[in-house]
């Protein structure tokens, strides 16, 4: 019967993720964000001028611009205001891409993005101790390329896929190598709005070297910038400022833009009880005798991953970090290596997984409407993170022991003795 529901599961989301994957690959993709974020201040890297103050001045590079696959740029259209939010390594990392012309660069990065989701969704299982060449593997992966939040992360040329992947790869391997771990985990700080829960992690693990190398790359890529483009640390530091303080007013899909309708002192005042209440928890949480381990750090990690998307200005296409609650849903309830639930429960929890991860995949707002489908989006969002919670409580339930958890690869061979 198990295996009937895995064959029916990876069937209709291998359906979804292949008509998702053909919209990727035919349609005009508008490469808004790619242009924002990579190829105009790019652009600036190469000419040794500050792409922030260039950005928030809106100038255009001198013209005409000779690219390295023989293309030549008489004009330089401006789609939109140009915001490129991420921090010095990213803009200098991604900076060759400035040297090829528009068609081609966006292609490149396309690859790139794609190549990045499977590399993502493979740190994602081996974080939680199951391997990607196996059939829990394929449905994750079928899954992610079916959310449109991954849809919207090609076709804008975002940058969102990028930093989650050395974020959730650092994690993998900071175990192993702090000081590597480190290095791509300064990368993905690039992108701090996102990716500072891996920052957390590593502080929870205690991997102090690793987190001390990768505020290391953030200040060498500052400071190479600032060489660059004689610009002072400070001043690209307050321009980046600026702009992150600008991409706040923009809609998403967090908390104050939807079920909080809004800004204003009432949506601050919940966003500060929300993560007050968070705060006790977890501190009743560490203070007790709750189970320890990898596994209470998975659930850790995305009940981080869940405040951050509910609480902090995000849009649609940031969601791609859902998989992770979803990768923890399907792969560690109702079997033998994961809670110990009764039936009632396991269904319960399996119909919300299955509930949460439509509304992330499918386009509801054609039925809905836009503003139903973002409240319902984010209602999934804020109760994956109370589900989160419970679970984290539930760790103990796992395991003989409350206080040492094995690591997920153990836990089958340990259920059955």
């Not at 198990?2 to 069937?11: F, H, P, T």
């Not at 891996?198 to 929870?204: I, M, R, V």
């Not at 002072?232 to 991409?247: F, K, Y």
Request: net charge positive; proline share 5%; with cysteine.
């Amino acid at each position: 019967m198990k295996d009937k529901i895995w064959i029916a599961l990876v069937a209709i989301t291998g359906i979804v993720a292949v008509i998702s994957l053909g919209r990727i690959l035919t349609k005009p993709k508008s490469g808004i964000d790619f242009y924002s974020l990579i190829w105009y201040p790019g652009h600036w890297v190469w000419r040794g001028a500050d792409p922030y103050g260039a950005a928030l001045e809106r100038r255009i590079p001198a013209l005409p611009i000779y690219y390295w696959d023989g293309a030549v740029n008489t004009e330089f259209p401006m789609p939109v205001e140009p915001m490129p939010t991420n921090l010095a390594p990213l803009v200098l990392f991604l900076a060759p891409l400035a040297r090829f012309s528009w068609p081609t660069a966006m292609n490149i990065w396309t690859i790139v993005n794609m190549g990045m989701a499977v590399l993502f969704v493979w740190s994602v299982m081996r974080f939680v101790g199951h391997r990607l060449l196996s059939r829990e593997g394929l449905l994750i992966l079928l899954l992610f390329f079916s959310l449109i939040a991954t849809r919207e992360v090609i076709e804008t040329g975002q940058t969102t896929l990028f930093v989650l992947a050395c974020m959730m790869l650092a994690l993998v391997v900071g175990s192993s190598s702090q000081s590597i771990g480190g290095i791509l985990l300064g990368m993905a700080l690039s992108k701090y709005s996102l990716t500072f829960p891996g920052a957390l992690y590593f502080l929870h693990k205690r991997w102090y070297r690793g987190f001390t190398v990768s505020i290391g790359v953030q200040l060498v890529g500052l400071l190479i910038l600032a060489v660059i483009t004689q610009t002072p640390p400070p001043i690209i530091l307050a321009e980046n400022l600026r702009m992150m303080l600008m991409h706040r007013q923009m809609p998403g899909l967090h908390l104050s833009a939807t079920l909080l309708n809004g800004g204003g002192l009432a949506t601050s005042i919940a966003g500060i009880a929300l993560s007050a209440g968070l705060v006790i928890l977890l501190g009743f949480w560490y203070r007790s005798a709750y189970g320890r381990g990898q596994l209470a750090d998975i659930v850790l990690l995305v009940i981080v991953m869940q405040w951050n998307l509910l609480i902090l200005p995000h849009r649609r296409y940031d969601h791609v970090a859902e998989i992770v609650f979803l990768a923890l849903m399907t792969l560690w309830t109702g079997s033998d290596s994961g809670w110990r639930f009764g039936k009632r429960t396991t269904i319960g929890l399996q119909l919300f997984a299955a509930l949460a991860a439509s509304v992330w995949i499918f386009p509801l707002y054609y039925l809905l409407g836009e503003h139903l489908y973002m409240n319902l989006f984010a209602s999934c969002s804020l109760t994956a993170l109370v589900v989160s919670i419970w679970l984290l409580f539930r760790t103990r339930s796992v395991y003989s022991s409350p206080t040492e958890n094995p690591i997920p690869g153990e836990v089958a061979s340990l259920a059955k003795r």
